[in-house]
């Protein structure tokens, strides 16, 4: 055993210790609002992890004319297997209807705007800070759109909130 597999086995450990140790619940009720009272242990799933695939054992939770329902799945926050997902979609699930903000088109992803305002003092050059060093990368400058009217906002916003500061606008 070497690499990966010497850390996946404390994984596949972990998850064994989990289903062993669960707890059974009386019943589970789903998002539909359908009581499951019939238990079946031993389901298990393949989850691919970055140290290789492991298998989760999970209890069942079962009802007549419902989809089976796996609380272990939520608490460890897996994600939704390949075919629940597309039967999900086809019920019509993640349909959620917003309105429009002004200036906002259909179909195009919402930004959200952040302003931070800060204090400091000035500091001094001196010569360690000056002196030619080997070169520095410099950073990508990744496409803004914080327009100048924003910045003017943060910058009331400031001043309103402390308004015996010494800082200018630069």
Known sequence: MVGRELQRLPLQGHLNLRAARKTRQESVTGAEGVERRT??????????TRFGTVTVTRIAYRAKGAVNLYPADAELNLPLREATRKAAESKGGNTFAT??????????????TLAAVYDTDPSPARPTTCSPSPPVPVPVPMPMSMSMSMSMAAWKERRARQPGSRARWP
């Open 39 to 48: 238990l079946e242990p031993g389901h298990t799933r393949q989850l691919a």
């Open 99 to 112: 309105r429009l903000a002004s200036g906002e088109k259909q179909g195009r992803k919402r930004m959200a």
